[in-house]
């Protein structure tokens, strides 16, 4: 079964200073890895995801991830961090195939500092 | 582009009690789903539909909870009667197939307190 884990349930930073949060992965197939936002009293929306490809995956805002497959990882990083990015972030997994299933990790909440 | 829309928005009930969300999913996409998200938790999927049939509802509780999506567009999920611990956020979700690398658009959710 496939699952995501996400360390922590906080991280802050000052503004300007690079944003690491960290997601590790187990599936049993090559999987897709997406990272989704929350921002205050919104839906979920897509930063990134990789499928296929280039393991570095450009997302909106800045953001970006690298598909490790040997350490089982897509980490999400983003040089440097500026007020707007406070908000909750999920990594999820899912597998190909018809009707696969997206499972999320348990969220990350990013504080900017000023 | 219509994003998904869910009603109502909160909804405070007494444990046992029944209650029912609605979720109208972007036009022309396939695959709903809806997720239970509670408190300092990651959304957890209940069940998921393509066009008006069930693909996975195995996470569920069948005793209690019900969904349907009727005519492949709009769903309805409802619970009865209500426990203290399915105090969450309920949110909608679509996609246009359920291939596993889709992009999922997610409702802005239904926060229910059950008291």
């Known amino acids: 079964a496939q699952s995501v884990t996400q360390l922590g349930s906080h991280v802050s930073v000052s503004e300007g200073a690079l944003v690491l949060l960290r997601c590790n992965y187990s599936s049993s197939v090559p999987p897709y890895l997406f990272w989704y936002v929350q921002y205050p009293n919104q839906g979920l929306q897509l930063l990134l995801k990789?499928?296929?490809?280039?393991?570095l995956v450009k997302g909106i805002n800045g953001f970006e991830a690298e598909f490790k497959k040997s350490e089982t990882s897509f980490h999400l990083t983003k040089p440097s961090a500026h007020m707007s990015d406070a908000a909750e972030y999920f990594c999820a997994v899912s597998e190909s195939g018809a009707n696969s299933k997206l499972t999320f990790g348990k969220g990350i909440t990013l504080s900017v500092r000023p | 582009e219509a994003g998904v829309a869910q009603s109502p928005r909160y909804k405070i009930i007494e444990k046992r009690q029944s209650v029912a969300f609605w979720c109208n999913p972007i036009s022309g996409h396939a695959t709903l789903y809806w997720y239970q998200q509670i408190l300092g938790q990651g959304p957890k999927l209940l069940i998921q539909?393509?066009?008006?049939?069930?693909?996975?509802d195995s996470q569920l509780p069948k005793d209690r909870f019900s969904a349907e999506r009727l005519k492949g567009v709009d769903s309805t999920l409802k619970i009865q009667p209500a426990k203290l611990e399915d105090s969450a956020v309920y949110l909608c979700?679509?996609?246009?197939?359920?291939?596993?690398?889709?992009?999922?658009?997610f409702g802005s959710g239904t926060q229910l307190s059950v008291l």
């Open positions: 539909f393509q066009n008006n049939g069930v693909v996975d």
């Open positions: 979700a679509s996609s246009f197939g359920s291939t596993g690398n889709e992009k999922l658009f």
């Open positions: 990789y499928t296929t490809g280039a393991t």
